[in-house]
């Protein structure tokens, strides 16, 4: 559905580049987390997948649809939605479903089916009891499902969340992981989660990492974690339960490889007793 081929991309000529060459797919109903440090060229990458960017070289394809050509932009961005860090950037009316109906009356829809694409993303996001209520009211987590829920009512086949819990408390983002979760397997939508928690990576189908404007690491989350060397070479961590079973390791724990949870965690050590 998605394929970045061969993208070199710069914010300035004079500066580093930003995208070096970097090679990345998605396929329909793929759950994708995209894992760097800052400056790696995550969010750089995302911001190419709906055409909010255009790579200097190479080609970034939706469906087939080539992001430089400007005949098939609004195409491109009607079926990939954008969610970004913080929700009050993406909120722009003072009621919720005034919010979520914005992006579908831009698209010149029928009253009657904004109405009724408003209905349907506010229940896929559990907000339907607050659709009358003011966005800054609203809580980090749920502001973060408005912000999705408008990006739902454009109907995209996949959407793209450019770390969508750093602002939240550990409530908040639950709410909004499973929230996305359901999505991807009830409804099919691809996606790609942009995140530094580790923990989050772990629930995906596949973990592309990035360093220096290239995917360095591609792989499902079992392969990938059990590169810890690796990933500390690039400066990123590894997930509580993968940490927490080196080191008993290290003391002598006989536990197998690829415990990636803490539920995991504890059945192996429970299994040892």
Sequence with gaps: MLEVKDVTFAYEPATALALDHADFSVQRGEFVVVLGMNGSGKSTLARHLNALLLPREGTVLVDGM????????W?????????????????????????????PENQGRPPEEIRRRVTEALASVGMS??????????????????????ALALRPACLVLDEPTAMLDPSGRAEVIQVVRRLNRDLGMAVVWITHFMEEAVLADRVVVMAAG????????????????????LR?????????????????????EGLLTLEELVDALCLLR
């Design 129 to 150: 009891e607050m659709r009358s209520r003011a966005p800054h009211l609203l809580s980090g987590g749920q502001k973060q499902r408005v912000a999705i829920a408008g």
């Design 236 to 256: 990123l961590d590894v997930p509580p339960a993968v940490a927490a079973a080196e080191r008993l390791r290290a003391r002598g724990v006989k536990l197998p």
């Design 75 to 103: 195409e491109i961005r009607d079926r990939v939605g954008m969610v970004f860090q913080n929700p009050d950037n993406q909120i722009v009316a003072a009621v919720v479903e005034e919010d979520v109906a914005f992006g």
């Design 66 to 73: 080539d992001t430089r050509d400007e005949k098939h932009l």
């Design 214 to 233: 290239k995917v360095q690491l591609d792989g499902p989350p079992r392969q990938v974690f059990t590169q810890a060397k690796r990933l500390r070479e």
